[in-house]
């Protein structure tokens, strides 16, 4: 059974996702909250598997919500739920540690296929999804970040060239199936490298993956 932790400042928005998780044999609503503290406290209390994350709540946002959850360390995984054609902080909210975005209007069946996904552990995101979003917010980033040389990143000393090359790829969105395509690997290799290179660089998921990987600047904006 998932456990979920609704956050939105929206009450008739609670209730449209809870209705649709309940619905559902495999999921369980174990709470609601009305602003990032209020999620905070609950997540300490209950620890839900996946956390529904509104970005724009009332004093204490989504995205700081999310820095702190994850700061704990705890098993939580946070799925952002967002107006991402207005919403210009979904890219913050992925660096604060989310797994993953959702629009607000995606289909139910989106949303809840979502919701397994992070709960197992896979980013949300598709890549070439997430490889847009990263690109139309890398000015966020201080400019220094997107001009300077990097220095040589210590997340990526204990990577193998192999590793590297892989993580580079993941960043310019390439799935797995792509990834044993076009360099003549077995699909389970892969997955064996992606799972190396986040144990090895402390990502929590795919999506921290290309963050890491624009960060480092083994990928850079189209």
Known sequence: ???????????????????????QD??????????????????DRHHPDVVLMDIRMPGLDGIEATRRIVATGARTRILIVTTFDLDEYAYDGLRAGASGFLVKDAQPEELLAGIRAVASGDAVVAP??????LDAYIHHLPASATTDPPAEDPRLSSLTEREREILTVIGQGWTN???AERLHLA????????????????????????ILAY???????A
Request: no cysteine; hydrophobic share 40%.
């Open 177 to 179: 199936t792509e990834i």
């Open 187 to 210: 699909e389970s290799t892969v997955k064996t490298h992606v799972g190396r290179i986040l144990a090895k660089t402390g990502a929590r998921d795919r999506v921290q993956a290309v």
């Open 1 to 23: 059974m998932t456990t979920v932790l609704i956050a939105d400042d929206q009450p008739m928005q609670r209730f449209g996702f809870r209705m649709l998780l309940e619905s």
């Open 215 to 221: 960060d480092t600047q083994l990928v850079t904006p």
């Open 26 to 43: 495999d999921m369980t609503v174990i709470g609601e909250a009305a602003n990032g503290t209020e999620a905070i406290r609950l997540v």
């Open 128 to 133: 070439s999804l997430t490889r847009r979003l």
